[in-house]
């Protein structure tokens, strides 16, 4: 199995501009989560998805974050318009069915880099 | 609320030497928690897990995690560290509960000296 995949690997794009990160989780995966992570504040959950269907987007930090889950094998994280303090790197991570112990396996992440 | 506290932001410790990590957890309900370490420009990888059962819980590359429901805490140690073990390393914990996501720590930077 290739593990979660994330694309792309690095993004330097301008303020302003729309960014549209990608993950495929594992096959048979069918819970998904996309965290940001920054120095400032960690691992942040932003939301994740169940059978593609979001279960919770609390974590969204507001309306320029959209996320969608068309089919079971993928998922993106939009940001419109894209502003410098979104700069991060940005995770997705699969898990399989709704079993509490169950670990979850990240992607390599994705950079943004908003200038 | 889930909540998880990394009180360190960095460990420094000198090869061959115990190191702790700690970790303090708040959630509803039994915790299930998780240790990860990510090295640089990678992803998380899994190190441990405490679901139930013995309190010391054994994983990857030696580390060991002790579950103290009292202190509400999840300490990763490993009794003689490596200059590899250097990384970010974050705990973890959900609830028991079904559909519930993982909470992260803001991670614990390890730094072993030669």
């Known amino acids: 199995d290739a593990g979660v995949i994330q694309s792309p690997r690095h993004e330097v794009t301008e303020m302003g501009q729309e960014v549209t990160l990608r993950c495929k989780p594992i096959?048979?995966?069918?819970?998904l989560f996309w965290y940001r992570q920054t120095m400032m504040r960690g691992l942040e959950l932003l939301i994740y998805?169940?059978?593609?269907?979001?279960?919770?987007d609390s974590g969204m930090p507001e309306d320029r974050f959209s996320a969608k889950m068309p089919n079971a094998s993928f998922s993106t994280l939009k940001i419109q318009p894209s502003e410098p303090r979104d700069s991060a790197v940005y995770f997705c991570?699969?898990?399989?069915?709704?079993?509490?112990?169950?670990?979850?396996?990240f992607g390599s992440g994705t950079r943004l880099t908003v200038v | 609320a889930q909540s998880v506290a990394q009180p360190e932001d960095q460990v420094n410790v000198a090869e061959g030497n115990p190191l702790t990590v700690k970790c303090t957890y708040s959630?509803?309900?039994?915790?299930?928690l998780f240790w990860y370490v990510q090295y640089p420009n990678r992803g998380l990888q899994f190190l441990l897990k405490y679901i139930t059962g013995d309190n010391l819980v054994k994983g990857s590359y030696g580390f060991e995690a002790e579950f103290n429901k009292s202190q509400t805490s999840f300490h990763l140690k490993k009794p003689s560290a490596l200059v590899s073990d250097s990384a970010l390393y974050f705990c973890a914990v959900r609830s028991n509960q079904a559909g519930t996501a993982l909470i992260f720590g803001k991670g614990t930077t390890l730094s072993v000296s030669s």
């Open positions: 959630v509803s309900g039994n915790p299930y």
């Open positions: 096959s048979g995966h069918d819970y």
């Open positions: 991570a699969s898990t399989p069915g709704g079993r509490p112990n169950y670990g979850y396996t």
């Open positions: 998805f169940n059978n593609n269907v979001p279960i919770d």
